[in-house]
C-alpha cells in the first residue's frame, strides 16, 4: 500500500494531556554524537530542543568530554552526560525510550564501537542520522540482529551511500529501491526529499508539507530531533514516524512565511512546533 498522508491523519496522537500527567509520563529521550572537529555542539542542542518542544518528557545530551564547555552555554531545559569511554554511554543510555545518534560525529572505530554496542543492547527506538549513518554504511548487517526498533533519516546522497548505488539509479524506481531496503534490513526508512517517503518494506507513506526554506544546514537534524521526541512516547510505526515528518515540514512552511524563504534557519523551524501542535488540535476540533 502507497498512500499521502495528511494532517487530519495524525491529530489522534496530540490529544490534550491529562491534568495529572507528569514528565515521566512521556519518555526519556537521548541525542548522542558532537566531537572535537566538527561543529556539532549547537546542532546537538537544537536537536535535543527540537524534542523538547515535539512533547517527550526529558532529554538528555550525551557528548564526548571534550565538547562540554561548548555546550553547557547553550542548554536549559536539557541534561548534560559527559562520555570518556563505552563505559560511560552504557550508564547514560540504559533509562532512554528514544535515542538519535550521529550528528556532528564524524567518522572513527571509536564511534563504529558505539553503535555497533548499542545496535546489540539498546531496546528503544532509535533514530540513526547523519554520521551515524555513514558509520553504518559499510556495516549494515548489524541492522539485522539489532534489539532496538530502527528509523533511518538519509537524504538522497547518504541514501546513496548506504546502497552503493548511483542517486540516478535510486531516482529512476525510488519508491521500490527505499521499500526493499527496509524490508531487506529490518527498519523504517524515512528518505528525505521534497516529498518524504515513509516505509517500513511492506506499506509507504508519502509526505508533501515543508518548503524550499528549509533547504539550510540544520533542518535535517530538527527533524531528528522531532522524531527522538516523539518516539519518546509514540509507538514506533509508521504513522509516528510520519507524524515527526508532517510536524517538521509545517513548522517549515510557517517559518518560511515569518522569515521567508532565503532568510529563515532551522531554529526558526523549532520555533514553530508549538503553532503545528496548535494546528494540528483545532483540525481535530473542526473536522468533529
Known amino acids: 500500500m502507497t498512500k499521502e498522508i495528511y494532517i487530519e491523519d495524525i491529530e489522534k496522537l496530540f490529544s490534550k494531556r491529562e491534568k495529572e500527567a507528569n514528565k515521566g509520563d512521556f519518555g526519556k529521550v537521548g541525542i548522542l554524537g558532537g566531537s572535537i572537529n566538527y561543529?556539532?555542539?549547537?546542532?546537538?542542542?537544537?536537536?535535543?530542543?527540537?524534542?523538547?518542544?515535539?512533547?517527550?518528557?526529558?532529554?538528555?545530551?550525551?557528548?564526548?568530554?571534550?565538547?562540554?564547555?561548548?555546550?553547557?552555554?547553550?542548554?536549559?531545559?536539557?541534561?548534560?552526560?559527559?562520555?570518556?569511554?563505552?563505559?560511560?554511554?552504557?550508564?547514560?543510555?540504559?533509562?532512554l525510550c528514544s535515542l538519535a545518534i550521529g550528528?556532528?560525529?564524524?567518522?572513527?572505530?571509536?564511534?563504529?564501537?558505539?553503535?555497533k554496542y548499542?545496535?546489540?543492547?539498546?531496546?528503544?527506538?532509535?533514530?540513526?542520522?547523519?554520521?551515524?549513518?555513514?558509520?553504518?554504511?559499510?556495516?549494515?548487517?548489524?541492522?539485522?540482529?539489532?534489539?532496538?526498533?530502527?528509523?533511518?533519516t538519509p537524504h538522497l546522497k547518504e541514501f546513496s551511500r548506504?546502497?552503493?548505488?548511483?542517486?540516478?539509479?535510486?531516482?529512476?524506481?525510488?519508491?521500490?529501491?527505499?521499500?526493499?531496503?527496509?524490508?531487506?534490513?529490518?527498519?523504517?526508512?524515512?528518505?528525505k526529499g521534497s516529498t518524504t517517503i515513509v516505509t517500513n518494506g511492506t506499506d509507504v507513506y508519502l509526505i508533501n508539507y515543508g518548503t524550499p526554506g528549509m533547504a539550510t544546514s540544520g533542518s535535517g537534524d530538527v527533524l531528528a530531533g522531532i522524531l527522538a521526541g516523539l518516539l519518546g512516547y509514540l509507538d514506533y510505526n509508521l504513522l509516528s514516524i510520519s507524524a515527526g515528518a508532517i510536524i517538521n515540514g509545517l513548522a517549515g512552511e510557517l517559518a518560511e512565511e515569518k522569515n521567508t524563504d532565503i532568510s529563515m534557519i532551522a531554529s526558526d523551524t523549532i520555533s514553530c512546533i508549538p503553532d503545528v501542535i496548535k494546528k494540528i488540535r483545532n483540525n481535530e476540533k473542526n473536522t468533529k
Open 118 to 152: 548499542i545496535l546489540e543492547n539498546f531496546q528503544g527506538n532509535l533514530v540513526i542520522d547523519a554520521d551515524g549513518l555513514n558509520t553504518l554504511a559499510n556495516h549494515l548487517e548489524m541492522l539485522k540482529t539489532s534489539r532496538a526498533n530502527i528509523v533511518l
Open 162 to 191: 548506504l546502497t552503493n548505488l548511483s542517486i540516478e539509479e535510486i531516482e529512476k524506481n525510488k519508491i521500490e529501491i527505499v521499500k526493499s531496503f527496509a524490508k531487506e534490513n529490518c527498519v523504517i526508512l524515512l528518505l
Open 103 to 115: 550528528m556532528g560525529w564524524g567518522y572513527n572505530e571509536e564511534n563504529l564501537s558505539i553503535l
Open 39 to 95: 561543529g556539532g555542539a549547537i546542532k546537538l542542542a537544537t536537536m535535543s530542543l527540537a524534542s523538547l518542544r515535539s512533547g517527550c518528557g526529558l532529554v538528555k545530551v550525551i557528548v564526548p568530554n571534550e565538547i562540554v564547555s561548548s555546550l553547557t552555554p547553550v542548554l536549559l531545559e536539557q541534561t548534560l552526560f559527559p562520555y570518556e569511554d563505552l563505559e560511560d554511554i552504557k550508564n547514560s543510555i540504559k533509562d
